[in-house]
């Protein structure tokens, strides 16, 4: 069981990126995923979550900016990111077993993608 995330660079404040997790050895079908971030010296902190119906649930820092959509025929949950701010630079992480709750604490279940760094420039 795997999750691979992808997507992240260097992008100048107001740009977009999408980010994309890859679930290998299960189907991410029915599967709350859900992406974090850590920032240098900070704790990690929830950002989006899909339930396994498809429901999204996000921070209110991302509300109106990222998206979160899947796409379960390429067991790929994506994080669509738009007018990116330097205050969002961090590593992106995705993770299984997410919910309204754990997101708020900044945690999931115990499968994790390796993470992908975002970085915003002023």
């Known amino acids: 069981v795997q999750l691979q995330a992808s997507g992240g660079g260097l992008v100048q404040a107001g740009g977009s990126l999408r980010l994309s997790c890859v679930a290998s050895?299960?189907?991410?079908?029915?599967?709350?995923i859900g992406w974090f971030r850590q920032a240098p010296g900070k704790e990690r902190e929830g950002v989006s979550c899909s339930s396994g119906s498809g429901r999204p649930y996000y921070l209110d820092f991302a509300k109106g900016r990222f998206t979160i959509e899947r796409d379960n025929a390429k067991n790929t949950v994506y994080l669509q990111m738009t007018s990116l701010k330097p205050e969002d630079t961090a590593v992106y992480y995705c993770a299984a077993d997410c919910s309204p709750g754990t997101l708020a604490a900044g945690t999931a279940g115990n499968h994790w993608g390796q993470g992908t760094q975002v970085t915003v420039s002023s």
């Open positions: 050895g299960f189907s991410l079908e029915h599967y709350a």
